[in-house]
């Protein structure tokens, strides 16, 4: 009965009339309550009566800490909630209800405002990310390709991330690319929290902010992989945007996809697909080139995801699988599936106008991972 008093109030919040609540109520519960039953269900309501006593200016509507009020304004947001709804419940002004709304965003949190009424995005929308980088006539381009870190499972390997990062300073490596799945994520599938050492969008995010390889004069550029999403999909949180506010060494480039172009005629495309593992290495980016149009093709496709490392030229695109920095989970194997674990160096040579006339890659394989080293990076 609590929980059906807390929702009339929510609804009450949220705008809704008596008799609206008590015909999405008596739907919901199959009770048979009119509009008197829930007016006294709410106004017996504790919360209820603090926010009255706000409304006529007698006291606070809450006593609460700066982050409990964010995170009331979140579960407020969890549902559609009128601007002036949230104002009048936390006594406050539409311009400092505001600060607070720009805060959450500036954290990740992805707030829709529709006339008013507020409410988290829980969809991810892609979107097309294109971006340029200065180039001033080189005509060898170097970078590295790490992917699918899964930060904050208990499968990670920090350690190795850290050496591989070592190799990229000793190459003089200045740019890398990350197809996605900086993080591990939450609720990918049932039991998937118990492979987890880190819980929370915040968290896993605040975690890899700390935990990332920093080099100095090398800059990390990423795209988010499913895991990463499904943050947005259980809270509205997009991790990408506090990870690069916080790193100035990591560039957010977008969400599964983003075209780089390196010079005005070589682009490189990172991309996370959203397939499982093929019987074959080359099947998955195979069909992906197959269905490009041959005006919007690019040059290099680094894929994620699939946890492989792999090499093809085809369709005039030189092809990478970029690999993993995870270790096979017991999942994995149970689903028979492998993990190269590594990353690239990538050398491209483009003439005089940035067209690419070659392409060396550099595999940097890992044959051995290290058991438990998620209990030395907590």
Known sequence: ??????????????????????LIINSKYGTDYDSNDIHNRIKNCAEYKAFN???RGKTPAISLSEKDIRQQILKALSKETALSTL?????VTPRVMQAYIDDLAEQGYVIENRDGILSLRRTVIPQENIHEETWIGEKVIRFGVVSDKHFCSKYQQLTLLNKLYDIFEQEGITTVYDPGDLSDGFKMRPGHEHELFVIGADDQANYIIKNHPYRKGIETKFILGNHDTSHIKNGGHDIGIPISRE????????????KVNITPNCIVELNHPLDGSQYALSYSSQ????SMSGGEKPNILLNGHHHKLFYM?????HAFECGTMQEQSPWMRGKRLAAHVGGLI????????GTITRCRNEFIPFYRSIKDDWQDWR
């Not at 919040?13 to 008799?19: A, D, E, N, V």
């Not at 104002?87 to 006594?91: A, G, K, N, P």
């Not at 990538?346 to 106008?353: G, N, P, S, T, W």
């Open 1 to 22: 009965m609590k929980k059906l008093t807390r929702e009339c109030l929510d609804c009450y919040l949220q705008g809704k009339s008596k008799k609206e609540i008590s």
């Open 53 to 55: 006593a706000a409304k």
């Open 87 to 91: 104002c009048d419940y936390f006594s």
């Open 247 to 258: 790193r100035e060494d990591m560039q957010y480039l977008g969400i599964y996809n983003a």
């Open 287 to 290: 069909k992906m080139i197959d």
């Open 313 to 317: 030229i085809y369709r005039n695109i």
């Open 346 to 353: 990538i050398e491209v040579h483009v003439d005089k106008e």
